[in-house]
């Protein structure tokens, strides 16, 4: 039976995972799941809440165990779900404040904030495929969704090329979701769809359900609306502002409205919404908080409630629902494991070396693109070349990922500099050096020497 490891024990997206996971107990042929983190403390509070999901919700007799020891966590693992957050909120905060005070898009991943928590990550990333392959299962998988993940999955591509990883992400998910609650479809399994581009930067070119094309509804959908959001999920979740909610604050909602603005110039494919920052940079710097940023919601609420909903849970017995309701974050992840162990040659959007998929990029590209995966990995599905604005913007921001991995390999202050230079959020040479050297500053403790 098997073992599976969540690296990041300690996210707030812990207990959704774990739910996702235990209720695929058998697909898993699950015996233990183990929550690894290198901060104690964090981690066993979010322990409570799974254990409590575990035993009081799931009824289920699966072991959990709770570590900080890579050799306990990884020995014999099956499978492991890979969630680091280099640097955790507090760095994610400057990975954000930073550029917006010279004037940049503040994100996590996106822009000058997700080339630093790039050079934050592809350490300890390597590190953990060292470890894994020194402990876990020799046919072991490691599912990776740490941020930046373009970044990280360039790195390890690079620097790892045998590793058994694969690199996902959850956002075009989201995005199919937020289609089928516009357009009211309640059956998302049936929704099919094309996609290609690099991580956080990619187009859908065909949506359907049935007979029915999505594409164009969405489209007009969108046009009307001028927002990509449910106009019922959009009343929620402004009514659930409070909660913390991903898509109820501000800085969301931004990119949902800016699919719109995106579709009207550029109307032939479905946009990212992490688009926004590249094709919208002055708006978004324009319509930023710079005291009040993403990670900063995420610590007031998210992270807020779910904590002192176990406090409370530990003082007093009483479970708070907001705090104890696990989301469906993981439900795709875990799928993605079930395609694995079963060789089932299900259709994934996987981040994976291009090979020719999209034949007008690079071989050796970290592209986006739907794959079927069975019990040898990702097998990517050829495309047609794509038109050369979309080809342009990704081989602009492909070359400014790969040149942060050089960077990082080579100790190279010029190429971090012509890597910065490269990317699409920051308007000139001078201000790249600016925020390079501001960054090199605040993250001393976590980057190599450049
Ligand atoms: C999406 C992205 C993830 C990212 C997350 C951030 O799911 O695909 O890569 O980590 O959003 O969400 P948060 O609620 O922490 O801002
Ligand atoms: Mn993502």
């Known amino acids: 039976k098997n073992k599976i490891c969540l690296v990041g024990g300690g996210s707030t997206f812990t207990p959704g995972i774990v739910k996702s996971i235990v209720e695929r107990s058998e697909e898993l042929n699950l015996r233990e799941v183990v929550l690894y983190d290198i901060n104690e403390e964090r981690q066993k509070k979010v322990a409570v809440i799974v254990e409590w999901i575990l035993r009081e919700q799931l009824k289920s007799d699966v072991i959990l165990t709770v570590t900080t020891d890579a050799e306990e966590a990884f020995t014999d693992a099956k499978f492991i779900f890979a969630q680091m957050r280099v640097g955790g909120y507090k760095m994610r905060e400057k990975d954000e404040k930073t550029p917006l005070s010279f004037g940049c898009v503040g994100q996590e991943t996106c822009g000058p904030g997700g080339l630093a928590y790039g050079l934050r990550t592809i350490g300890p990333m390597i590190e953990l495929i060292d470890q894994v392959e020194k402990y876990a299962l020799e046919d072991h998988w490691i599912l990776n969704y740490s941020n930046p993940a373009a970044i990280v999955s360039e790195a390890c591509r690079k620097m790892r090329p045998n590793a058994r990883i694969i690199n996902v992400c959850d956002m075009p998910i989201a995005i199919i979701d937020m289609i089928a609650g516009s357009l009211n479809i309640a059956d998302t399994s049936e929704i099919k769809y094309d996609y290609f581009g690099l991580n956080h930067f990619g187009w859908f070119t065909s949506i359907t359900y049935r007979e ?144 020719g998929a999209i034949p007008n990029m690079p071989y050796d590209a970290m592209v986006e693109v739907p794959a079927y995966i069975g019990e040898n990995g990702p097998e990517v599905i050829t495309q047609e070349p794509i038109p050369l604005f979309y080809q342009g913007l990704m081989m602009q921001q492909l070359n400014s990922e790969k040149l942060i991995v050089e960077a990082y390999i080579e100790n190279s202050y010029e190429k971090a500099l012509q890597s910065f230079s490269l990317n699409k959020t920051i308007p000139s040479v001078n201000v790249a050096r600016s925020v390079l050297n501001a960054l090199i500053e605040e993250n001393k403790s976590y980057w190599p020497e450049l």
């Open 212 to 355: 029915r094309d999505l594409l164009e509804e969405i489209k007009h959908y969108v046009n009307e609306h001028k927002i990509l959001l449910p106009p019922q999920y959009i009343e929620r979740l402004k009514e659930n502002r409070a909660t913390g909610d991903r898509h109820a604050v501000s800085s969301w909602i931004h990119v949902w409205e800016s699919v719109y603005t995106m579709l009207q110039a550029f109307p032939d494919y479905l946009p990212n919404t992490y688009l926004t920052y590249y094709l919208l940079q002055k708006e978004t710097v324009e319509h930023q908080n710079p005291d009040l940023t993403r990670a900063n919601e995420v610590m007031n609420t998210r992270e807020k409630a779910l904590f002192e909903g176990v406090d409370k849970y530990l003082a007093t017995g009483e479970v708070d629902e907001a705090s104890f309701h696990a989301g469906s974050h993981g439900d795709w992840i875990s799928d993605l494991a079930v395609a694995l162990l079963n060789d089932t040659k299900s259709r994934f959007l996987v981040i994976t070396e291009n090979k």
